[in-house]
């Protein structure tokens, strides 16, 4: 199901299309999400005629019904990951095949119809080939890439819905996180988990997200640039943070993060970190970590570093953490451990085409 002839993309060129000058004014300084490309890509499902209607078209409201069913049972997925100027002034994506088989993943858990892996990965390519001026060509700026799916149909009534909507969209971006590779600060949530054991964590699916933004308040409440989600059983053992992975470096050199077991998000840059470190030889574990365990180990040095990654921030070092019982610093607090750099370092070359990965890493945009 995931071997699909190319399907015939109508491209209908946006007449509002922004100027080179106001794609350059905008360009400058677009932070993360606020600016968005001239188009976007849609097709739609029906379960009459499969996946059909693929266009790019100008980047738009869409008209829902107010019935529309994912406005009432949530039945969305979607994706995230970048597109970069090469030296050669071409486009390269990192490692999108992944991000294809975990919206396919993420769209069988949510009971929506799958996405051939092939479309997947040649409607973000049409989206590109025409936006491809959206490209930044700044030092560290991407076009940052979503794709997304949801349920359109208009109905009430608790059940799979019968039509979808896949779209793409673009925004040219700089860092994630205000203050570049400076390490960020964490809060761990007492209150509120991010998920449970059969439930859809491992899926990327909105809900998971909006169940996730109080306890993320909290955290800016608290001065914090993130949250600390445990586990739902016990409120013991670390699982992952509001959007992103979370790693653990030791005095010795090993590298953990803790285990996928239904409850944390498969991150694709989670993936490339435990490649790429036991690639340099590092001792690495995906094994259980409690709560109690961070501080004592950041208390005793025997911690060295810990950071948080994912494809909108890539690699941030964590300084301190801090919660209801007490806060505590990570290394001095205040800058980024040596692994940490080397690690992002390494991977944002690989990402930039700069340097050789591993194969199926690198995927060149046919412009």
């Not at 199901?1 to 922004?18: C, L, S």
């Not at 980047?59 to 994912?70: G, M, Q, T, Y």
């Not at 574990?285 to 494809?311: H, M, N, P, V």
Request: proline share 5%; hydrophobic share 40%; charged share 25%.
């Amino acid at each position: 199901m995931n071997d699909v002839m190319d399907m015939r993309f109508e491209v209908v060129p946006n007449g509002n299309k922004r100027s080179a000058q106001e794609r350059a004014a905008l360009m400058e300084d677009p932070g993360f999400g606020r600016v968005f490309s001239d188009h976007m890509v849609t097709i739609r499902w029906t379960a009459d005629k499969g996946w059909h209607d693929a266009q790019v078209r100008a980047r738009e409201p869409f008209s829902l019904d107010p019935a529309c069913a994912v406005l009432h049972y949530a039945q969305e997925i979607f994706e995230g990951l970048k597109a970069y100027r090469s030296a050669d002034e071409g486009v390269t994506m990192f490692r999108p095949q992944e991000n294809a088989r975990r919206f396919r993943e993420s769209a069988e858990r949510m009971a929506m119809p799958v996405l051939p892996d092939a479309l997947f990965l040649q409607a973000i390519e049409e989206l590109i080939r025409v936006d491809r001026d959206w490209v930044p060509t700044q030092e560290g700026g991407s076009l940052y890439l979503r794709p997304f799916m949801f349920a359109s149909e208009a109905f009430l009534g608790v059940r799979p819905s019968a039509e979808y909507i896949f779209c793409v969209v673009a925004c040219p971006v700089g860092s994630y996180f205000k203050g570049g590779a400076k390490p960020v600060t964490v809060w761990v949530s007492d209150d509120f988990t991010r998920a449970g054991p059969g439930g859809t964590g491992a899926a990327k699916c909105g809900g998971n997200y909006a169940a996730s933004l109080v306890a993320q308040a909290e955290a800016y409440a608290q001065g914090c640039d993130q949250v600390v989600f445990l586990d739902s059983t016990e409120r013991r053992w670390i699982e992952e943070l509001g959007g992103m992975n979370v790693f653990f470096v030791f005095d010795d050199g090993s590298i953990m993060t803790p285990p996928l077991t239904g409850t944390i998000l498969p991150g694709i840059t989670r993936d490339s970190i435990l490649t790429l470190a036991r690639q340099q030889g590092r001792p690495v574990e995906e094994r259980k970590y409690s709560i109690e365990d961070w501080r004592a180990d950041a208390q005793s040095g025997r911690l060295r570093e810990a950071f948080a990654c994912g494809t909108a921030a890539v690699v941030s070092a964590i300084g301190e953490v801090r919660s209801t019982k007490g806060n505590f610093t990570i290394g001095n607090g205040g800058a980024t451990g040596e692994v940490t750099e080397t690690l992002r370092e390494q991977l944002t070359a690989i990402q930039r085409g700069e340097a050789p990965g591993p194969d199926g890493w690198f995927r060149r945009v046919s412009l």
